[in-house]
């Protein structure tokens, strides 16, 4: 009894007809007549009646009509799991993240994920929020980390949040901290010098816009360095700089003091194409990227971080990739992204002393 055999007896249990069970099973009609009458043989019964040209199954025909269907259904799900153990042993994942995320978040969860997968290769692509989601849309990419809101209007992206960020102004080790207490307010950081991101770092503009807002033009000390650059920049002394909080993980010379309210905060979210269906390769990242923030312990992700995923997200209970729409919310919190990358827009707080957002 082969499998074929079978499945061209469903076909025609089904249409009842042995013309358009071999349509519909993409063979010959003489070649899928000699299969049934061989699988009849080898039961030692007749499986239909062909009395008058009416088909009919015959009790033998009844019987095997379930078991037959049931073992189809086992063999298609033996396949299908064999293929998504394969696909996440070996294949490619193209991963875009913003600078701040690669120099931060990224690195420990892509270890994490080749040491789980060796097999499968990673390509990462580093760039402005803006540009991804642009590679997302010409199909360069399979996912991307970016920071909300989506700068596009195309409903075929979906984004979900994952991670909410304090902006934090980093200051060297060697030196004492810049007020001598736990945080700082914006209006605190007028006339210090200012290590400033290059043009195109919403972070930058976030930054000017809540100096500005608190009444004085901050004083740049160095300006137009990308991020590397600028925690060097203020390693070596030359200035204070308003960052994502994250960035300074294993950054043993420099210190973050969070900002006291208003605060500048950013919204980082997983981003994908509707349209298209996940690899299972890009399934298992997303899968390895959700367990780990779900892993972290409130001592690892400090007053600063907090995860916006939960365990359904994890099973992928909103979708292919646990999806939310393309707009960003993220359940309401009341707070608008003003993007950090190159690239990326958004605003700061609105009046009555709310949380502003910016990331980078």
């Given at each position: 009894m082969q499998f074929q055999q079978l499945a061209y007896f469903v076909a025609v249990a089904r249409t009842r007809h042995f013309t358009r069970a071999a349509e519909l099973s993409r063979v010959a009609q003489p070649s899928l007549s000699k299969?049934?009458?061989?699988?009849?043989?080898?039961?030692?019964?007749?499986?239909?009646?062909?009395?008058?040209?009416?088909?009919?199954?015959?009790?033998?025909?009844?019987?095997?009509?379930?078991?037959?269907?049931?073992?189809?259904?086992?063999?298609e799900t033996a396949r299908r799991e064999v293929a998504e153990l394969a696909g996440v042993r070996r294949g490619r994942v193209r991963l875009g993240a913003t600078p701040s995320l690669c120099a931060g978040l990224l690195a420990d969860v892509l270890s994490d994920f080749h040491t789980?997968?060796?097999?499968?290769?990673?390509?990462?692509?580093?760039?402005?929020?803006?540009?991804?989601?642009?590679?997302?849309?010409?199909?360069?990419?399979?996912?991307?980390?970016?920071?909300?809101?989506?700068?596009?209007?195309?409903?075929?992206?979906?984004?979900?949040?994952?991670?909410r960020e304090n902006l934090v102004v980093a200051s060297p080790k060697s030196q004492p901290s810049p007020n001598g207490r736990a945080s700082m307010r914006i209006t605190e950081l007028e006339g210090r010098p200012l290590v400033m991101f290059r043009r195109g770092y919403d972070v930058r503009e976030a930054t000017l816009r809540a100096c500005r807002a608190s009444g004085f033009e901050p004083l740049l000390a160095v300006e137009g360095g990308e991020m590397d650059a600028v925690l060097?920049?203020?390693?070596?002394?030359?200035?204070?700089?308003?960052?994502?909080?994250?960035?300074?993980?294993n950054r043993h010379g420099l210190r973050g003091t969070p900002l006291a309210r208003p605060r500048?905060?950013?919204?980082?979210?997983?981003?994908?194409?509707?349209?298209?269906?996940?690899?299972?390769s890009a399934e298992a990242f997303q899968r390895h990227l959700y367990e780990y923030l779900l892993g972290l312990t409130p001592e690892q992700l400090g007053p600063d971080l907090e995860v916006l995923i939960t365990s359904a997200d994890a099973r992928g209970g909103d979708g292919p990739l646990g999806e939310r729409d393309a707009s960003g919310a993220d359940g309401g919190s009341g707070t608008r992204d003003t993007s950090g990358e190159p690239g990326t827009g958004g605003g700061t707080s609105g009046a009555g002393g709310g949380a502003g957002s910016a990331g980078s």
């Open positions: 299969q049934i009458r061989s699988l009849e043989r080898e039961l030692g019964a007749p499986l239909f009646s062909r009395a008058r040209g009416n088909i009919t199954l015959t009790p033998a025909g009844e019987a095997l009509l379930p078991l037959a269907q049931r073992m189809l259904t086992d063999l789980r997968f060796p097999g499968i290769e990673l390509q990462v692509e580093e760039s402005g929020s803006r540009d991804l989601v642009r590679d997302l849309g010409r199909g360069e990419l399979d996912l991307a980390l970016i920071i909300l809101p989506l700068q596009s209007s195309d409903p075929d992206f979906s984004t979900t949040p994952i991670l060097r920049f203020v390693e070596a002394g030359l200035g204070l700089a308003v960052v994502p909080s994250m960035v300074l993980k500048l905060l950013r919204t980082v979210a997983l981003a994908r194409r509707k349209d298209v269906v996940p690899s299972h």
